[in-house]
């Protein structure tokens, strides 16, 4: 016997009380799991999110909707942006204290990993963020635009609003995410280790990652 006659052997012995024509949606499935692991006030969950971006380092700031656009002109010139990817819904308020000779880089159809590769910086909005896990997920909605923008620019600034997109749990975070968009979920700076455990930034997205968490 071979190992595939063995696997497919251990199939159908799990198999063989499973009513012919039985499908799995047709089998309820429990899912009475705690949906998190405390009981947190708004202030402590994005605490926990401060604490676990950090951890992953992502630079983390926190401010407020009158604050944010001189927030977001001071983090592009201390990184020297010279071209800025901006989706198309993102809030314009957000622009308004922009140095003019910042390009802005619309997000557009057809656009090509060399054009990408060309922009110093991404500025978007997410669609929740986990804070057990430090995670912010973006599901490319007007505010985050395509998938490609935020994984080939070497620099992402992600606005996540405070409490309203902050949830405990991957559980509760999954609960507002609609399944049929196109997700990435990112936690931390993109990074890898070879075999030596060498830790390497920037290999399948950006190498810096900053998160601002809006208030108010």
């Known amino acids: 016997m071979n190992s595939r006659d063995l696997v497919l052997g251990r199939i159908r012995r799990a198999l063989a009380d499973v009513p012919p024509g ?3 949606e047709d089998v309820p499935v429990v899912r009475d799991y705690a949906q998190t692991h405390a009981t947190r006030t708004p202030e402590q969950r994005a605490d926990l999110l401060a604490e676990h971006l950090a951890d992953y380092r992502a630079t983390v700031h926190r401010s ?14 201390d990184r020297g942006t010279r071209r800025l990817v901006v989706p198309d819904g993102l809030p314009q308020r957000w622009l308004s204290a922009l140095d003019s000779s910042i390009e802005r880089v619309a997000d557009r159809p057809g656009q090509t990993a060399r054009e990408l590769d060309a922009v110093d910086s991404v500025l978007t909005g997410c669609a929740v963020a986990i804070a057990e896990t430090g995670t912010i997920v973006l599901d490319g909605s007007a505010d985050q635009g395509r998938r490609r923008i935020t994984l080939v620019p070497d620099h992402h600034i992600c ?29 931390g700076p993109s990074a890898t280790s070879d075999i030596e455990l060498d830790r390497v930034e920037g290999v399948h997205g950006p190498r810096t990652l900053e998160v601002v968490l809006l208030a108010g």
């Open 22 to 24: 039985e499908r799995p």
């Open 64 to 77: 407020t909707p009158a604050d944010l656009p001189a927030l977001i002109a001071r983090l592009l010139a």
């Open 159 to 187: 606005v996540v609003r405070v409490p309203e997109q902050v949830v405990d749990s991957v559980p509760q975070g999954l609960a507002r995410l609609d399944p049929a968009r196109p997700q990435t979920w990112v936690s």
